[in-house]
T-cell receptor, first 113, second 114 residues
Framework: NAGVTQTPKFRILKIGQSMTLQCTQD?????MYWYRQDPGMGLKLIYY???????DKGEVPNGYNVSRSTTEDFPLRLELAAPSQTSVYFC????????????FGPGTRLLVL | DAKTTQPPSMDCAEGRAANLPCNHS???????VYWYRQIHSQGPQYIIH???NNETNEMASLIITEDRKSSTLILPHATLRDTAVYYC???????????????FGKGTLLTVNP
């Protein structure tokens, strides 16, 4: 049971480039989340999903897109990278009846130059 | 969600018990107390949660006062790997809706010293 896995661990992007952050969980969790964490700051929710085919915006969705074609995978897409998107990105998952117990991945560090 | 107050930092000697306090004096009857931690450069990690009874799992114990206005997370035998920021969160179970995100305050930086 690997839990929540994220790839890549670290990436440097040039302004305007695009990339997809991958997230996979093997716990059969319906709910999945994407957060970003800026240095010394708390978590901000980007997008979340309550099941395959269902996604919704969190508090900071601008500049990102998501899809949820399977229960296991929840990729996050950055279309036109900007320096403001330099951050650490965490994916998390949970069961529907216990959204407060979220299991986090190890994170992806993204640097946009 | 009820507001929580935690000390900004604490020290603990390796092998000793670490007792991390959290004040949540405005907690309502259906709100649970959750604890998470974040080790440097890693994702947050769920530790334990409870409503009013004391709880114990393989990681820690949670002691909630009878009036539920405060709680203490206990790491019985702290190790160097327990050095992390510990967050106390108060939430209604399954509150979801537009409130799916976990809101971590500033937490307590626990430093375990050799």
């Amino acid at each position: 049971n690997a839990g929540v896995t994220q790839t890549p661990k670290f990436r440097i992007l040039k302004i305007g480039q695009s990339m997809t952050l991958q997230c996979t969980q093997d716990m059969n969790h319906n709910y999945m989340y994407w957060y970003r964490q800026d240095p010394g700051m708390g978590l901000k929710l980007i997008y979340y999903s309550v099941g395959a085919g269902i996604t919704d915006k969190g508090e900071v969705p601008n500049g990102y897109n998501v899809s949820r074609s399977t229960t296991e995978d929840f990729p996050l897409r950055l279309e036109l990278a900007a320096p403001s998107q330099t951050s650490v990105y965490f994916c998390a998952s949970s069961f529907p009846r216990d959204q407060e117990t979220q299991y986090f991945g190890p994170g992806t560090r993204l640097l946009v130059l | 969600d009820a507001k929580t107050t935690q000390p900004p930092s604490m020290d603990c000697a390796e092998g000793r018990a670490a007792n991390l306090p959290c004040n949540h004096s405005t907690i309502s009857g259906n709100e649970y107390v959750y604890w998470y931690r974040q080790i440097h450069s890693q994702g947050p990690q769920y530790i334990i949660h409870g409503l009013k009874n004391n709880e114990t799992n393989e990681m820690a114990s949670l002691i909630i006062t009878e009036d539920r206005k405060s709680s203490t997370l206990i790491l019985p035998h702290a190790t160097l790997r327990d050095t992390a920021v510990y967050y106390c969160i108060v939430r209604v179970l399954g509150s979801g809706g537009s409130n799916y995100k976990l809101t971590f305050g500033k937490g307590t930086l626990l430093t375990v010293n050799p």
